[in-house]
C-alpha cells in the first residue's frame, strides 16, 4: 500500500508551523522532482497556488479566507529556490453575481495579496474548451491552470454547511471557471462530482490546510464571529490524505463528506504517517446533520428560491455593494439585516441603503398623494 506523510504542526508562530511542515513534507524536494522530471528551466517551471479567498465577505474575518501572509511567505520560499514562473489563482464565486468588485484580482488585492514575485490568476478568465466525463461534460478550464506544472491546493480550514467541512479537495471546487457557481454546478450539475473530475484531468501536487485561525459552527463557510484559534497549519502531498487528517482534528469521519468518498474511488486513500499534532481542535463545534439533506433538497433544487434566499443573507465589507436595483430585494435585505446580525462580523451595525431609502419615499409620497386626492 502507498504510504504518505501528513504534517499537522501547531505553533503559535504561523510562519514557523508553516515552515516545519514544509520541512517534515520535504515539500522542496517534491517540487524540485517535477521540475527534473519536466525538462523545462527552473525560471520557466510554472507552480501555481490556488488559496480559497473568493467566498471572502469581510477583511474583519480572516477565518473564511486562507491567511494572504502564509501564501507569500510560501511563494517567497519558493521564489528563493530559484523558480520564477509563480502565480496565485482563484475563480470568481457566486458572490460576483450579487456584489461589486468581486473580480479575483479586485478581490487579491483588497486582501493583502500584492503580486510581488507572483502573479494573480483569474481562472474564470481564458478559457478553452475542455471535454470531461460525467456531469461536467464539455466544459473549459483556465489555459495556466491547465498548463501548470505544479499545482498547490491551500485551502483554509471551515465547517461547511453542505459538506460538513472544507478543506483542499474542496477548494478546488473554486477552481471551476463559472462565476455563478450555484446554478452551474450546485444547481444543473452537482459539486461532488465536477470537482473530482476536474482534479482527475489536472492534478493536485501539493495540499496545504491554514488552520492557524479557522471558522467552525454551522455557517463557517459564511462566516465566523467567534473564530477557533486552532494555530495549526497541514501538509501533504496527498490532498485525502491531507483532508483525512484535517477532517479528524474537527472530530468527524472524513467519509462523511460525498467529496471524500468520491476522492477515495477515484485516487486511493493512502496510509497515513501522521507528524504532529494528533489532537482534536478544542471546543470545536460542527455542521448540524440537518442542513446538508435540506440544502441539496430545498435550496439547491430550486433555483430561483436559492438564488433570492443567498442574494437577501449575503453581507459584504461595503466595497462590496449589492448589484440588484430592485426595491423589493433590497428591502428583504433590509429585513434580513437583524439575521445577519448574527453571524455575520459586520464593518458597520445596520445597513442604511440611500437609494433604498429615497425609492421607499417616493412611493410612499406618491401612494399617500393618490389616497388624498
Known amino acids: 500500500d502507498r ?38 528551466r527552473k525560471e520557466d517551471f510554472a507552480i501555481i497556488i490556488k488559496p480559497n479567498f473568493m467566498f471572502m465577505y469581510s477583511t474583519n ?51 493583502g495579496l500584492k503580486g510581488r514575485n507572483y502573479r494573480v490568476i483569474d481562472l474564470s478568465e ?8 460525467g456531469k461536467l461534460g464539455r466544459h ?16 483554509k480550514n471551515k465547517t461547511h454547511v453542505y459538506t460538513y467541512y472544507t478543506l483542499t479537495i474542496k477548494n478546488i471546487y473554486g477552481a471551476l471557471p463559472m462565476e455563478n457557481k450555484f446554478l452551474e454546478y450546485h444547481h444543473e450539475r452537482d459539486i461532488f462530482s465536477t470537482t473530482i473530475e476536474f482534479i482527475k484531468h489536472f492534478p493536485i501536487h501539493f ?12 455557517f463557517g463557510i459564511f462566516a465566523d464571529k467567534d473564530p477557533n484559534k486552532t494555530e495549526t497549519l497541514i ?5 485525502v490524505a491531507a483532508d483525512w487528517v484535517g477532517a479528524e482534528k474537527m472530530g468527524l469521519d472524513p467519509m462523511i463528506s460525498d467529496y471524500m468518498k468520491q476522492a477515495v474511488e477515484a ?46 443573507f449575503s453581507y459584504m465589507d461595503p466595497k462590496f455593494q449589492y448589484k440588484d436595483p430592485s426595491l423589493a430585494k433590497r428591502f428583504l435585505r433590509l429585513l434580513a439585516d437583524p439575521i445577519t446580525d448574527l453571524f455575520f462580523q459586520k464593518t458597520k451595525k445596520g ?23
Open 140 to 155: 473549459f478550464v483556465n489555459r495556466e491552470w491547465k498548463n501548470a506544472d505544479f499545482r498547490v491546493s491551500f485551502a
Open 351 to 373: 445597513i442604511f441603503d440611500q437609494d433604498l431609502n429615497r425609492e421607499l419615499n417616493q412611493k410612499l409620497h406618491g401612494l399617500f398623494t393618490r389616497e388624498v386626492h
Open 61 to 111: 474575518d480572516r477565518s473564511t479566507y486562507t491567511d494572504p501572509e502564509l501564501v507569500e511567505y510560501l511563494i517567497h520560499a519558493i521564489y528563493e529556490r530559484g523558480y520564477r514562473n509563480l502565480a496565485v489563482g482563484e475563480a470568481r464565486s457566486t458572490y460576483g453575481t450579487f456584489f461589486t468588485n468581486r473580480e479575483v484580482k479586485t478581490v487579491a488585492e483588497y486582501i
Open 267 to 312: 485516487f486511493g486513500k493512502p496510509q497515513i504517517n501522521l507528524v504532529g499534532d494528533r489532537t482534536i481542535y478544542p471546543d470545536w463545534v460542527n455542521v448540524w446533520d440537518v442542513f446538508p439533506p435540506f440544502l441539496f433538497k430545498g435550496i439547491d433544487k430550486y433555483y430561483y428560491f436559492g438564488n433570492l434566499f443567498y442574494s437577501v
Open 207 to 218: 495540499a496545504f490546510i491554514d488552520a492557524y485561525v479557522s471558522a467552525d459552527g454551522p
Open 3 to 40: 504510504q504518505v506523510k501528513v504534517a499537522a504542526i501547531r505553533d503559535s508562530d504561523k510562519f514557523k508551523a508553516l515552515k516545519g511542515v514544509l520541512e517534515v513534507t520535504d515539500f522542496f524536494g517534491k517540487v524540485d522532482q517535477f521540475w527534473k522530471g519536466s525538462g523545462k
Open 235 to 239: 501538509g501533504s502531498e496527498d490532498m
Open 126 to 133: 481564458d478559457l478553452e474548451a475542455f471535454q470531461y466525463s
